[in-house]
């Protein structure tokens, strides 16, 4: 091992030791300092766990300090016990809606949907000779099938296509049409995967969202605000990337869908049976949501509710028969469970969600506190104001930490100038929901991002990031306007 070699290695082992440390202080040594302003004993307990949660999710990484979390949390006197602790936690709504969507979700992807779904949308000649066109909707088709298929699945699946694409057409390792895409497409996953926040994590922050402002979150008026956004954020990337970064795109030829190999020609009968009961149960989930004042959305929202859904659509995909002949059920849980299952997200969301909700119970005395430090920036705006701040603070934010914890922070913060400014809370809280998702400059910041930066093709740091800035402000400078424009029309 070289010298150079050797002192990063120690540089990063004795960064990785501070960091632990840092995390542990937070969770186990703040609620020992002195209260002040108006926080209790028990909310410096609450707001130091929440830290170092976040703290311990952005620098290091999930489990082990989520583990911590759940400990500390369960002696710090806001919950009864430690058992009302783990019980609120890792038994939470939240935790099971993630699990089983997690299933199902993973199956569509186990089974092969995402390459059939690739070659059957570009197997077209709508593409040849309109290689911005072409350009345009892999981001495009394949972002907004994000909403329902796995960002980590897809994105995984479309950088390889683009890698292909490139070597096809022979670009250069550092040209900017590799880069430029490979970023296009963390984006196009980024996007597509925040605009529904019907699972994951992204569910349990919705449903605290809609606890602290006291207002339903409709999933379709989300739809309405989020589809037309993500179309024009990637339009504005695509043509101002060709430009700034002066992108030739006349070497692109048509790429090869034979690439994808003879089994991406026709969906296997089960992989078509996940993908039809998979969007009926999120289908009909989304239109209760929506249409929540009917009959039929007052027993699926309040009876079944999300996480029964969900349950219900992976328990009949166990036993429906998968129509290929070999006896098996549509899923087969043991050869799915590795791959489809995110423990990541499903400790972040035990953790995040209650620790979020803790901070704005009147024990704590955080609300007042949070109130007094922000009042000078959302205080005396109105609601285009307010949204224009959200979004530049959010998704500055949202670059710096966990897009997650970050999340979780926001919500005792925002919800009660809505509330107190009488604003419609279903568009803010979708402006909000939509932007912390929006985590791209660090790995740490988001799983499409953890993926992007990991990725062996794009060698070269500087460019990595020169890229990941310009598309940071490409979704900048076209959100404000769009989600302005949203305060207004609602």
């Known amino acids: 091992m070289s010298t150079t070699t050797l002192q990063v290695s120690t540089k990063a082992r004795v960064i990785k030791v501070i960091n632990i440390l840092i995390t542990l202080f937070f969770m186990f040594g703040f609620g020992l300092l002195p209260p002040f302003s108006t926080l209790t004993p028990v909310g410096m307990k609450v707001l130091g766990i929440f830290i170092g949660a976040i703290y311990g999710f952005s620098t290091c990484e999930i489990v082990w300090p989520a583990l911590f979390a759940i400990v500390a949390f369960g002696t710090s006197g806001y919950p009864a016990s430690m058992s009302a602790a783990v019980s609120s936690m890792i038994g939470n709504n939240s935790v099971f809606t993630s699990i089983v969507i997690l299933v199902t979700a993973g199956a569509l992807t186990y089974y092969g949907f995402g390459k059939w779904f690739v070659r059957w949308s570009l197997s077209t000649r709508l593409f040849k000779g309109k290689p911005m066109l072409y350009v345009w909707s892999f981001f495009v088709v394949f972002g907004l099938s994000c909403a329902l298929i796995s960002q980590i699945a897809m994105g995984l699946l479309m950088f390889v296509i683009w890698q292909d694409i490139a070597d096809t057409c022979e670009y250069d390792e550092k040209d900017p049409f590799r880069y430029a895409g490979y970023v296009g497409i963390m984006v196009a996953t980024i996007l597509g995967g925040g605009m529904l926040t ?3 994590w992204a569910y349990g922050v919705m449903t605290n969202w809609a606890e602290a402002t006291g207002s339903h979150m409709s999933i379709g008026l989300q739809a309405a605000m989020t589809i037309p956004a ?13 430009w ?5 795109y006349s070497k692109m030829k048509a790429f090869d869908v034979e690439k994808l190999g003879e089994e991406s020609k026709v969906l296997r009968p089960r992989a078509k049976r996940i993908a039809i009961m998979y969007v009926l149960f999120v289908g009909l989930t989304i ?32 036993i429906l028969p998968s129509g290929e002949g070999d006896g098996k059920a549509c899923i087969e849980f043991d050869k799915i469970k590795n791959t489809a299952m995110s423990w990541n997200v499903l400790f972040m969301v035990a953790v995040v969600i209650p620790v979020a909700s803790a901070l704005t119970n009147e024990k704590t005395g955080v609300g007042p506190w949070l109130q007094s430090i922000f009042d000078p920036i959302f205080g005396s705006v109105g609601q285009a104001g307010l949204l224009i701040i959200t979004v530049v603070l959010v998704l500055l934010l949202t670059n710096l930490g966990s897009n997650a914890g970050i999340a979780a922070a926001m919500v005792p913060i925002l919800a009660p100038y809505v509330v107190k400014g009488g604003m419609n809370a279903q568009v803010v809280g979708t402006c909000f929901l939509y932007i912390v998702n929006m985590g791209m400059l660090l790995p740490s910041a988001s799983a499409p991002a953890a993926v992007f930066h990991a990725m062996p093709g794009l060698s070269d740091g500087k460019l990595r990031m020169k890229h ?7 979704v900048m400078i076209t959100a404000i306007p769009v989600f302005a424009l949203y305060g207004l029309i609602f």
């Open 198 to 200: 019907y699972r994951g």
């Open 230 to 242: 993500t179309i024009i954020i990637l339009t504005v990337y695509v043509f101002a990337s060709k």
């Open 244 to 248: 700034f970064f002066k992108i030739d």
């Open 287 to 318: 239109i209760a949501n929506t249409f929540y004042k009917s009959g039929f959305a007052t027993f699926i929202n309040s009876k079944i509710t999300a996480a029964g859904m969900y349950a219900l659509c992976g328990a009949i995909l166990m």
């Open 468 to 474: 990941c800035i310009f598309a940071f402000l490409c």
